[in-house]
């Protein structure tokens, strides 16, 4: 098993450039989420889905967009990209939800907007 | 409002000694808590999990935490200090609001001098 799988690793991009962020993972996980982490700070929630085909909004949303056609793809979409972006951002998957089961992490990705 | 307060953002101690990563919690219901560590260029990994069983929480590499609902700590602690546990370490707890939501600490940076 590859576990979960992200590309690419680093990226730089321009103001107002778009991109994709892709995940995926090989465990059949219902589960999968986005994550950005900033400098010094936690993970925060950007988008998680339950199943293929539902997706939801986490904690900081703005400025992205998911969507769920099967259950081992999870990409993340960036529009109109802007400096606030600039982070990593980490896809994870769990078998069921977090009150239960454990996260599975990808190795994720630095982006940087300039 | 639910936070998590990792008390120390770097802690240095030397191989072969004890370490205590500090981590508090408010909270208006009885969380589930984790540590996960990320190693350096890699993604989080879980060490261990509270959900409601067992206070003292063994995890893997020879962790273990201990819940204190009356302090509202979930502190790590391993006995003796090994340089692969180089990393950081986060304390994560659940969220009372949503299901699919965990509230990350900020971070500490543990250091193993030789």
């Known amino acids: 098993n590859a576990g979960v799988t992200q590309t690419p690793k680093f990226r730089i991009l321009k103001i107002g450039q778009s991109m994709t962020l892709q995940c995926a993972q090989d465990?059949?996980?219902?589960?999968m989420y986005w994550y950005r982490q900033d400098p010094g700070m936690g993970l925060k929630l950007i988008y998680y889905?339950?199943?293929?085909?539902?997706?939801d909004k986490g904690e900081v949303p703005n400025g992205y967009n998911v969507s769920r056609s099967t259950t081992e793809d999870f990409p993340l979409r960036l529009e109109l990209a802007a400096p606030s972006q600039t982070s990593v951002y980490f896809c994870?998957?769990?078998?069921?939800?977090?009150?239960?089961?454990?996260?599975?992490f990808g190795p994720g990705t630095r982006l940087t907007v300039l | 409002a639910q936070s998590v307060t990792q008390l120390d953002s770097h802690v240095s101690v030397s191989e072969g000694t004890p370490v205590l990563l500090r981590c508090n919690y408010s909270?208006?219901?009885?969380?589930?808590l984790f540590w996960y560590v990320q190693h350096p260029n890699k993604g989080l990994q879980l060490l261990l999990k509270?959900?409601?069983?067992a206070t003292l929480v063994k995890g893997i590499n020879g962790f273990e935490a201990e819940f204190k609902k009356s302090e509202t700590s979930f502190h790590l602690t391993k006995p003796s200090a090994h340089m692969s546990d180089a990393a950081e370490y986060f304390c994560?707890?659940?969220?009372?609001?949503?299901?699919?939501?965990?509230?990350w600490g900020a971070g500490t940076k543990l250091i193993i001098k030789p």
């Open positions: 465990m059949n996980h219902n589960y």
């Open positions: 909270s208006s219901y009885s969380p589930s």
């Open positions: 994560v707890v659940t969220s009372a609001w949503s299901l699919y939501q965990l509230i």
């Open positions: 889905s339950v199943g293929a085909g539902i997706t």
């Open positions: 994870a998957s769990s078998p069921g939800d977090w009150h239960t089961d454990t996260q599975y």
């Open positions: 509270y959900t409601s069983a």
